[in-house]
C-alpha cells in the first residue's frame, strides 16, 4: 500500500479515535525544515532562485517544458492534471535540475475536482460549515491523486454586487459567512496539514477587495477606505491565514484607491506578514505583475517586477517578469537579494511541506479511483440539496404528490444541460457524470409519471415565436402540472462575465408566462451563478427553487425536493435585489440619516402636478422602494417555524465576557426540517456610524413537525469589535439589539449592553 493510501487510513483511524478538530492549522514546520530550506539556499544560484519564483501554464507535454524545467527555470507549473504527465515533470525537475527540486502543481480546484459540488455561492447558501468542508476535504483527495497539491481556492471576496459575474466564486456579501465558509476550505483542502500527502494547499485570494470593482464591472478600480477595509474585507483572509493556516494567498488584479494589489507594500508586508505572521507564498493572479503596465503603475514589465517582489510577493503567475528582470535589478540594486532569498524561502517552505521533497510522485494508475466514489457523489447530493433555497411556494404548491401526478411538462434551457449545471470553474469536471433534473425525474419517478420534455429554447438567450410560446401552452394544458428549469448557463457567470441586466435572458420570462397560461400548476427553479431580478416573473409561478450552479448531483438533488424526499433549507447568502439600479444592495448597510420608513410614495402613486419638496424625504428609490425582493439570510421550508424573542443571560456584559443568548423554534408544520438560525447584532451607537446588522453567528438545526427546540448560541462581546474612529480594534460600550431569526430582515431582539 503506499504512502498516501496508508496515511489515508492511519489518518482517518486517528481522527476517528483522537475525535480531533480535524486542525487544519499547518503543523508548525519545524527547525529541522528550516535548516534544509537554509541548506538548499545556500547552494542555488541566482538564476535558480529566480527560477523557483517562476509559474508556467502547463504547455501540455512534459516534453514541451523538459528544457525549462531541466534548466531550474520553473517553481510551479498550473493547469496540468494528467498523473502521467504531472509524473514525468515531477521526474525532470527532481532527476535532471542541478538541485532536484520538486515542482508544485497549482489547479482552480474550485468547487470540486471530478466530482463537482455547488458553486460556492450555492455552498455558502447551505450554512452548513461542516458539509463545506468535507467537500473541500473531497476535492483535495481527488486532486491529490493526480498530482495537483495547490488549489487557487477560496475565493473570499465580499460580493455585494450581482452583476459581478465572480459573485458565483464567493460566499457571498457577508464577511461572517465569508470567513466560516472560508476557513472550512481551507481545513477541507488542507486536511491533516503538513506531512499530509493528501494535503492540498489552500489559496486564500483575491487579496483584497476585488469584489469592490466599481459597477460591477470585472477588475475595475476598487475604492475601498482603510476601516471598511479592516471591518468588511480583510476579515475572512484574517481567519483563513492565522485561524485556519491558508499555506498560500494570492493577490488580486484591482488597484485600490489607485494601487494594484500585487504592488501594494502595505497588504503585503506591513498587514499580512507584520501584524499577521503569515509565512506561507504569495503568488500574484495571472499576469497581475504585469498588468500593472496597463495600470500605469509600472513604466514597464522590468519596473512591474520591482514593484511586486519588493511589495512582498514570492511567486510570479504567467507574467514572466521575474524570470526576465531579477537578474537585472539585483545586479542594480534595485531589488536586494536578501528579498529573493525570503521569497524562495516561503516557495521551499511550501513544498517542504507538502512533502514534495519526500515523494513527489502519486500512483497514476491509481488516480481516477479516487474520483465519484459513492461517498465522493453522496457529499455532492447532500450540498446540492442544501444549498437550494426556495423563494416562493403558493398555497403549497411544492412538494409535488406524486400519486396525484399522470404528466408532467419539463421545459426550460436548464432542465437538460450537464455541463451548464456544472457552473463556472470547473475545469475538470465532467459532464458525462453529471445528472441532469430531467434524468433524475424520470430515473426516480418515472414510473409513476410521464415527463414530457419540450426543451422550447436551446439556450437561455434564445427566442420563441409567439407560436412556439402557444405551443407550450397547449402541451402544458395536457399536462397535470409544469416543471421550468430556467436561469443561465455556466458562462454566464465567473470571471468577466458580467451583466448590466439581471432579468432572465431571452424568452425565459416569456416562457414561464406561456406555462401559466395553461392554468396548470407553474414550478420554476432557477439555475444561475448569481441573484438574477425576477420581480417580473414570480406572478407567473406559483413556486420557484433557487439552485445555484448545483454541479454534479444537482439533478436528484432538485428531483427530490420538488417531490418532497428532502425539505429545502437553504438560505441566500447575497441579497436580491428588485432591480439591478438598487445595486448596491446588502443587508448589513448603514442606517444613514434619513433612513426609509416603507411608507414613500412611489413612482406609480404620484399625482400630477406634486408639489416639490425635500421635507419628509428618505433614502429609498421613487421606482423600486426600498426593500430587496429577498433579503440575505431569507429562504423557505416545506414547514413553518416560529421563533420566540431571543432571552439573554444578563442585561450588560463586560468586554471580556461571553453573552449566552437563547430562543425557542417551533416547527408548526406537518414536516420535519431542517432550519438556519441566524444570529444577529447591531451595535446602536458607535464612534462611526455601524451596520443596521450583523449576522455573527448560525446553528442549522433539526426540528421534527410539531416539535420545540431550545437554540442556544455563545457569543463573545470580543466578537463585537471593530475598526473605529481611531483606528483601532475595539468593542465599545454602549447599547446593543441581538435577534434570533430565519433571515435578516425578520425577528424579534433583546437588547443588552456593553460596559
Ligand atoms: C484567474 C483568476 C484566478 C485564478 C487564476 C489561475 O485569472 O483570477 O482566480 O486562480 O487566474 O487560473
Known sequence: ?????????????????????????????????????????????????????????????????????????????LN????????AMQRIAVEESRLGIPLIIGRDVIHGFRTVFPIPLGLAATFDPELVEQGARIAALEATASGVRWTFSPMLDISRDARWGRIAESSGEDTYLNKVMGTAMVRGYQGGGAGDPTCMAACAKHFVGYGAAEGGRDYNSTNIPPRQM????????????????????MTSFNDNDGI?????????????????????????????????????????????????????????????TFGLNLEELIAEGKVDEGRLDDAVR????LKFRLGLFDDPYVDADAARDACYTEENLAAAYRSAAESAVLLRNENNTLPLDASKL???????????????????????????????????????????????????MATSRSRMSAA??????????????VLVFAGEEAI????????ADLNLQGSQSDLIAAARRSGRPVVTVIMAGRPLTVKRDLGNMDALLYSFHPGTMGGPAIADILFGKVSPSGKLPATFPVAAGQIPMHYNRNMTGRPASGTEVLLDDIVPGAGQTSLGCSSYMLDTGFAPLFPFGYGLSYTTFEYSRPELDAESYSADGTIRAACTLRNSGSRDAEEVVQLYVRDMVGSVTRPIKELKAFRRVAVPAGETVRVEIELPVAELAFWNIDMERTVEPGEFRLWMAGDSDSGEYATFHVK
Request: glycine share 8%; aromatic share 6%; hydrophobic share 40%.
Open 260 to 320: 494594484p494589489a500585487t504592488g501594494n507594500t502595505h497588504l503585503l508586508t506591513d498587514v499580512l506578514r507584520k501584524e499577521w505572521g503569515f509565512d506561507g507564498m504569495v503568488v500574484t493572479d495571472w499576469n497581475s505583475a504585469g498588468e500593472m503596465i496597463a495600470h500605469g503603475f509600472a513604466d514597464d514589465g522590468k519596473d512591474a517586477a520591482r514593484k511586486a517582489i519588493n511589495a512582498g510577493v514570492d511567486m510570479d503567475m504567467m507574467s514572466h
Open 468 to 481: 412556439q410560446l402557444a405551443a407550450v401552452t397547449a402541451k402544458a394544458a395536457q399536462c397535470d402540472a
Open 1 to 77: 500500500m503506499n504512502l498516501r493510501r496508508s496515511f489515508i487510513l492511519g489518518t482517518t483511524a486517528l481522527l476517528i479515535l483522537a475525535g480531533c478538530q480535524g486542525t487544519t492549522r499547518n503543523a508548525r514546520y519545524d527547525a529541522r525544515t528550516e535548516r534544509e530550506i537554509e541548506r538548499l539556499l545556500s547552494q542555488m544560484t541566482l538564476a535558480e532562485k529566480i527560477g523557483q519564483t517562476n509559474q508556467l501554464s502547463s504547455y501540455g507535454t512534459a516534453e514541451a517544458m523538459h528544457d525549462v524545467i531541466a534548466e531550474g527555470k520553473v517553481g510551479s507549473i
Open 406 to 456: 399522470r404528466r408532467v411538462l419539463v421545459t426550460g434551457p436548464l432542465a437538460d444541460a450537464p455541463y451548464e449545471q456544472l457552473g463556472t470553474w470547473t475545469f475538470d469536471g465532467e459532464a458525462s457524470h453529471t445528472v441532469t433534473p430531467l434524468a433524475a425525474l424520470r430515473e426516480t419517478y418515472g414510473d409513476r409519471i410521464a415527463f414530457v420534455f419540450e426543451p422550447a
Open 230 to 249: 479592516r471591518n468588511v474585507y480583510l476579515p475572512p483572509f484574517e481567519a483563513c491565514i492565522v485561524d485556519a493556516g491558508a499555506m498560500t494567498l
Open 492 to 499: 454566464l457567470s465567473g470571471e468577466a462575465h458580467c451583466l
Open 80 to 87: 496540468e492534471v494528467d498523473p502521467y504527465t504531472i509524473n
Open 346 to 349: 516561503n516557495i521551499l517552505r
